[in-house]
C-alpha cells in the first residue's frame, strides 16, 4: 500500500524559509521515481489549490504563478522523498499543504493524482 507523509510545516514569520518533505513508501525506488510528485494546498474555506509539481523525466518543475520564484520543488529518488523549499514566505501561504503523487494525467488537477499524504500545516505571520 502506498503511503504519502509530509513533515515539516509549522510557524514562520513572514519574509522566512520553510522546507517541506513528503516521503513516499510502498513504491520501490525505480516505480517511485516514475510518478509525478505535486504540492497543493488548501486554506480553510477555499478549494485545494496547485502549488508545484516535478515530472518523473528529467525532473520537470511546473509551478503556480503565485509562487514561482519563491518555492522550489526537488526529488529524491533514492529516497524516495519530494520537497518543497518555500522562501520569503507570505501570510497568503497559510495552509494546509498536500503531497500527491501521479502515475499519468495532468498534473495541476487534484482529481488526476492517485495517492495523497495527510497534509501538514503552515502557518505564516506578519
Known amino acids: 500500500q502506498v503511503q504519502l507523509v509530509e513533515s515539516g510545516g509549522g510557524l514562520v514569520q513572514a519574509g522566512g524559509s520553510l522546507r517541506l518533505s513528503c516521503a513516499a513508501s510502498?513504491?520501490?525506488?525505480?516505480?517511485?521515481?516514475?510518478?509525478?510528485m505535486g504540492w497543493f494546498r488548501q486554506a480553510p474555506g477555499k478549494e485545494r489549490e496547485f502549488v508545484a509539481a516535478?515530472?518523473?523525466?528529467?525532473?520537470?518543475?511546473t509551478y503556480a504563478d503565485s509562487v514561482k520564484g519563491r518555492f522550489t520543488i526537488s526529488r529524491d529518488n533514492a529516497r524516495n522523498t519530494v520537497y518543497l523549499q518555500m522562501n520569503s514566505v507570505k501570510p497568503e501561504d497559510t495552509a494546509v499543504y498536500y503531497c500527491?503523487?501521479?502515475?499519468?494525467?495532468?498534473?495541476?488537477?487534484?482529481?488526476?493524482?492517485?495517492?495523497w499524504g495527510q497534509g501538514t500545516q503552515v502557518t505564516v505571520s506578519s
Open positions: 500527491a503523487a501521479q502515475r499519468s494525467g495532468s498534473i495541476m488537477v487534484p482529481n488526476e493524482y492517485d495517492y
Open positions: 510502498g513504491l520501490s525506488g525505480v516505480t517511485f521515481s516514475r510518478y509525478a
Open positions: 516535478i515530472r518523473w523525466s528529467a525532473g520537470v518543475t
